[in-house]
């Protein structure tokens, strides 16, 4: 009789957790079914514990965690549904791409074109593997960018970044957003006409005819925001090519006087480019500092322009980093800092009669004063505290640097942050999103300060 009564309970034990796990797998199926795919999650999590032989249940976590942002944690449960499901090979291939791995990406996508034999993501996947061959011909040569400052700004005031030294040229910017750069001489310039870029020289006073740049050079769909070095051959520019990571790129080419020709252009790579929009490359020479402007994290009509440290020769990431490093590198979400160089600014006086007195009063005077960059208009750019004529302009100057480093400062929490909330759990998402939210109020608030005070400085100042 207790036998019995101890085999009625076992079975009455399974028959109830069988009816539960099969109440959880229904719940977790509509779950899914309905896209809400981390309510599903920790359902098929038990399901998958309880069984995880069960190659429905593995699937299904997979698919889960690489909803949830978790691609690291899916790839094993995906590999070991390959020969089951096909679908694993093409959300392997998302995971890999999410992750910068392109090589695997790439291998991971043709092996779901193989096993699928037909299906309606093959443009789709077709379109992800040129992405992934993109990265991964620039991810092994990424430029180790040393970052000293970044902006972010609307794209119509973009040359309001760009305070350049005059050994630098001018900037101007037309109403429909296109930039032309005369040298330091003013008898060279060039600007994009439509589509292509043309240079153009001046003679005395009369400019020349205009002549358009070689194929080697308008390469692509679209060109524009050129920038020519000092050199007088090294010209940066921005193009729509169909080879680029996406949007605009940057690209370089050469001028060879002996063959009257420049040569084919070459996309400047990681971590300039990206599958953003990124131009306007430029290098002030004399400053010792670089920019260009990136739409990438950006939203609307915004711009970041960043500052970079110009150095003589490019210097690369090492090849012993990890794949996740240099990915990080590659999309500027990690880089490394500088400090903006201190500069000798000549000045156009008289020279003093004690040459030792006058270096060394210039030398402190560029040492105090070299963080000072401020544009009063399009032919003034203030580089020393001195320049100021009005006190309370140079009074609200100092609040303005003040919220241009925290903004700065804000910015570079913000991204921190929102790679954290990436790679977070779903519950630890809930307890950041409140932090994403006061960064964004904070740059919020600080811009608009920032604004009004460059405003208030240049009436005061005019």
């Given amino acids: 009789m207790k036998i019995f009564t101890k085999l009625t309970v076992v079975c009455l034990f399974v028959l109830a957790t069988g009816s539960m796990m099969a109440q959880t ?98 443009d789709y996947v077709q379109e992800q593997i040129a992405i992934a061959e993109k990265r991964s011909r ?153 920019y260009f402007a990136t739409d990438r994290r950006c939203s609307g009509d915004q711009v970041c322009v960043y500052t970079f440290l110009a150095e003589d020769k490019p210097a690369y990431l090492p090849m012993s980093m990890s794949g996740e490093q240099l990915a990080a590198y590659a999309q500027l979400k990690q880089y490394h800092r500088a400090e903006r160089p201190v500069v000798e600014i000549p000045e156009e006086e008289e020279p003093a009669k004690d040459d030792t007195k006058a270096k060394a009063k210039k030398k402190t005077a560029a040492t105090t004063e070299s963080s000072v960059f401020f544009i009063v208009d399009d032919k003034t750019v203030y580089t020393k505290l001195k320049d100021f004529q009005n006190a309370d302009a140079k009074a609200l100057y100092k609040q303005y640097a003040t919220w241009q480093k925290q903004l700065t400062e804000t910015n570079e929490k913000l991204v921190e942050k929102r790679k954290a909330y990436f790679e977070a759990t779903d519950k630890k998402r809930l307890t950041m999103t409140t932090t994403i939210l006061e960064l964004e109020k904070k740059r919020s608030e600080l811009q608009g300060q920032i604004d009004k005070a460059a405003k208030k400085i240049r009436k005061l100042e005019k």
């Fill in 138 to 290: 620039y991810i092994h040569r990424v430029t180790d960018v040393k970052i000293i400052d970044s902006m972010y700004i609307s794209k119509s005031d973009l040359l309001r970044a760009y305070p350049l030294s005059k050994d630098a040229g001018t900037l101007t910017q037309s109403s429909d957003g296109s930039v032309t750069h005369t040298n330091q001489r003013g008898d060279r310039r060039f600007f994009a006409q439509g589509t292509l870029l043309q240079q153009q020289s001046r003679l005395l006073s009369e400019w020349e005819r205009a002549e358009t740049l070689p194929a080697t050079v308008n390469r692509g769909s679209k060109q524009d925001y050129p920038f020519c070095m000092g050199d007088g051959t090294t010209l940066y520019f921005a193009s729509q090519s169909e080879d680029g990571m996406g949007g605009w790129d940057i690209y370089m080419t050469r001028f060879n006087p002996a063959t009257n020709s420049y040569a084919a252009a070459e996309n400047i790579g990681f971590p300039f480019n990206s599958e953003g929009n990124d131009y306007l490359y430029v290098i002030d020479e004399q400053m010792g500092v670089g």
């Fill in 25 to 122: 797998a229904k719940q977790a199926n509509q779950l899914f079914e309905a896209g809400k795919y981390a309510e599903a999650l920790p359902m098929y999590e038990k399901l998958y514990s309880a069984k995880p032989s069960d190659l429905f249940y593995t699937y299904r976590v997979a698919r889960c965690l690489q909803e949830a942002g978790r691609y690291t944690e899916a790839l094993p449960l995906f590999e070991k549904t390959e020969k089951k499901y096909t679908l694993s090979y093409f959300y392997e291939g998302e995971c890999y791409q999410a992750l910068w791995r392109p090589d695997d990406a790439i291998a991971a996508y043709r092996m779901y074109i193989i096993e699928s034999m037909s299906s309606d993501r093959t």
